[in-house]
Nanobody
Framework: QVQLVESGGGLVQAGGSLRLSCAAS????????MAWFRQAPGKEREFVSTINWTGGTTYYAASVKGRFTISADYAKNTLYLQMNSLKPEDTAVYYC?????????????????WGQGTQVTVSS
């Protein structure tokens, strides 16, 4: 069993930056794939970024590529999402997720463990 707790969300002006963290407890996830998803009001949960268990493979949604960076510190069991050049359309609840397999996926249904989410609000 894996427990995930996100932090780092908040209110920021357009063009600003935030760094989200996701602390994992329970089983370590250095052989898992991890990801960030987000869900805006009235919309479905969407993929943001994923990283494989070695940290050597990352993948981003087109809407965030070049602005967001995913990383993981396996010694600290923590996943990060550095978000730069934020836009109002980035406003959403951001969730971290862990998949008990080493290969990444962009499908939310492929991830077994989820955090409670952290709100990111970008004002124009």
């Amino acid at each position: 069993q894996v427990q995930l707790v996100e932090s780092g969300g908040g209110l920021v002006q357009a063009g600003g930056s935030l760094r989200l963290s996701c602390a994992a407890s329970g089983r370590t996830f250095n052989t898992y794939a991890m990801a960030w998803f987000r869900q805006a009001p009235g919309k479905e949960r969407e993929f943001v970024s994923t990283i494989n268990w070695t940290g050597g493979t990352t993948y981003y949604a087109a809407s965030v590529k070049g602005r967001f960076t995913i990383s993981a510190d396996y010694a600290k069991n923590t996943l990060y999402l550095q978000m730069n050049s934020l836009k109002p359309e980035d406003t959403a609840v951001y969730y971290c997720a862990v998949r008990a397999r080493p290969r990444t996926s962009v499908a939310a249904s492929e991830y077994e463990y989820w955090g409670q989410g952290t709100q990111v609000t970008v004002s124009s």
